[in-house]
């Protein structure tokens, strides 16, 4: 199906595809990118990474992934999707890892192990949502699978997704790197499970995308573009002012506490002195 929105889907292509500076050796690769996911009715994506990386006998280093969050559409339009790490894995050791997340994307460090000189296997699990957007048509999924650009080629990169709604329908699939929508790869499927998989390899910054339609209204969550309300820039300056003028209120009332506890009690100048007429008293009692 035609459509507006299809075009969207193709800028955002080349969006998700752009390129990351190589930073590793040339004999390092991804050897494999599979990557499965299910579609939820709530519009969430929820996703599980199988990575095997080849470090071709380079120095252990860290590995960057991002996983794009934002992108905008033809009409200018900024959409923001949420995520969510539920788990990650090397070689089937639990990592604790914790992604720098911004507006834009999810980053990851993932750690090369005590050995890099062998292929090592990454799984991570997380979220995203909502990954849907409402047309007046139809209903347009998109999701970039690897990613953003990695810096080494990737030999085979793979997708299946399931939905628990409508089946997909116009599936297309894209690889290469910005401003490209070459379509260097095969989708089967078979009812509700779409398979796409890249059938040359990855070179450093490409990247393999996925888009489909399904019925309108087939989810119950969308992306909204984002907006940024004054209203909330005003919120924020009233509760600020409110804070100072709360702190400045406590000091003032601590300083005040503080004086009077150190005050003491001043006899005037001019005052009469007792202490004389005291002990006159005392001796003319005792002479009496």
């Known amino acids: ?13 080349a969006l998700l595809s752009y390129p990351v500076a190589a930073s590793a050796d040339s004999l390092e690769a991804v050897t494999n990118f599979a990557q499965s996911a299910i579609l939820s009715p ?31 559409d033809d009409q200018g339009r900024d959409f923001r999707i949420s995520f969510k ?3 990650a894995k090397l070689d089937g050791q639990t990592l604790q890892l914790h992604p720098r997340i911004t507006t834009a994307t999810a980053n ?31 209903d347009t999924f998109k999701h970039s699978v690897t990613g953003l650009g990695w810096g080494v080629p990737i ?10 709604t409508a089946p997909a329908d116009n599936v297309t699939c894209y690889t ?14 078979n009812g509700n499970i779409t398979a796409v998989t890249s059938y040359a390899p990855l070179s450093p910054g490409q990247s393999l995308s996925v888009f489909s339609d399904f019925t309108r209204g087939s989810f119950q969550a ?10 909330t820039i005003t919120g924020l300056i009233v509760e600020a002012i409110l804070a100072l ?32 007429s005291n002990e006159a008293s005392k001796d003319k009692t005792k002479h009496q």
């Open 42 to 72: 709530a519009g969430t994506l929820n996703i599980t990474d199988d990575i095997d990386y080849d470090f071709g006998g380079a120095v252990p280093h860290d590995i960057a992934y991002d996983i794009p969050l934002a992108y905008h």
């Open 245 to 276: 003028l709360g702190i400045m209120a406590t000091i003032m009332l601590a300083m005040f506490l503080l004086r009077r506890r150190k005050r003491k009690k001043i006899v005037p100048a001019n005052a009469p002195d007792y202490t004389e």
């Open 108 to 138: 990851f460090m993932l750690p090369p192990g005590q050995d890099a000189t062998t292929t090592r296997h990454y799984q991570l699990r997380y979220t995203l949502s909502p990954v849907v957007l409402s047309g007046p048509d139809a």
């Open 222 to 231: 969308y992306l909204a573009p984002f907006e940024a309300h004054p209203n």
């Open 176 to 189: 290469g790197s910005q401003g490209t929508t070459t379509s260097g790869c095969d989708v089967t499927q």
């Open 85 to 87: 790490l539920q788990e």
């Open 155 to 164: 030999t085979r990169a793979s997708f299946r997704f399931e939905t628990h």
């Open 1 to 13: 199906m035609k459509s507006r929105y299809l075009k969207i889907c193709l800028v955002l292509a």
